[in-house]
T-cell receptor, first 115, second 111 residues
């Protein structure tokens, strides 16, 4: 069991640049979630996929954010025209659809710093 | 709208003591209430969870107490150890929807 893998672990970028993060879920998990966490706060839901279908997006998710899961395996989260307020830890999690949000397994996250 | 309110923000407990963290929720549709533990540099990990059909669930030194009428639930850590020092998050969801997390409690267990 390799767990949920996220790449890169850290990303430093300049304001206005685009960034892309990758998440590899646990192999048999068909649900994949993206969360954002800022210092001193709990994870904030962004979006989730069941297989390749994006089933829910948070109203907080700006149009600059886009996520894909083209083959129902790994997922990418892209942020266009980054802003300083995008600085946060981006967490990916996976689960079995039969369990929904139960038994969610999180990766160690990608820490984004926008200068 | 903050749907899950967690307190306290931080907690210091002596080794062997009881740590108690509280959460209150607003959405009566919530039917799943987990607690997650997070160490620095790691993602949250599921610790224990409860559904509203029971008032208490115990797993080892960790106990969830649930009060449906008050819309509150709490985590009790018995015989707290320095290795329990971490940030704890309560969460809630319903109908297999995404979890809504509380703001977290930073626990320090002093030796």
């Amino acid at each position: 069991d390799t767990g949920v893998s996220q790449d890169p672990r850290h990303k430093i970028t300049k304001r206005g640049q685009n960034v892309t993060f990758r998440c590899d879920p646990i192999s048999e998990h068909n649900r994949l979630y993206w969360y954002r966490q800022t210092l001193g706060q709990g994870p904030e839901f962004l979006t989730y996929f069941q297989n390749e279908a994006q089933l829910e997006k948070s109203r907080l998710l700006s149009d600059r954010f886009s996520a894909e899961r083209p083959k129902g395996s790994f997922s990418t989260l892209e942020i266009q025209r980054t802003e300083q307020g995008d600085s946060a830890m981006y967490l990916c999690a996976s689960s079995l659809a039969s369990q929904g949000s139960e038994k969610l397994f999180f990766g160690s996250g990608t820490q984004l710093s926008v200068l | 709208q903050q749907q899950v309110k967690q307190s306290p923000q931080s907690l210091i407990v002596q080794k062997g003591g009881i740590s108690i963290i509280n959460c209150a929720y607003e959405n009566t549709a919530f039917d799943y209430f987990p607690w997650y533990q997070q160490f620095p540099g790691k993602g949250p990990a599921l610790l224990i969870a409860i559904r509203p059909d029971v008032s208490e669930k115990k797993e080892g030194r960790f106990t969830i107490s649930f009060n449906k009428s008050a819309k509150q639930f709490s985590l009790h850590i018995m015989d707290s150890q320095p290795g329990d020092s971490a940030t704890y998050f309560c969460a809630a969801s319903w109908g297999r929807r995404a979890l809504t997390f509380g703001s977290g409690t930073r626990l320090q267990v002093q030796p």
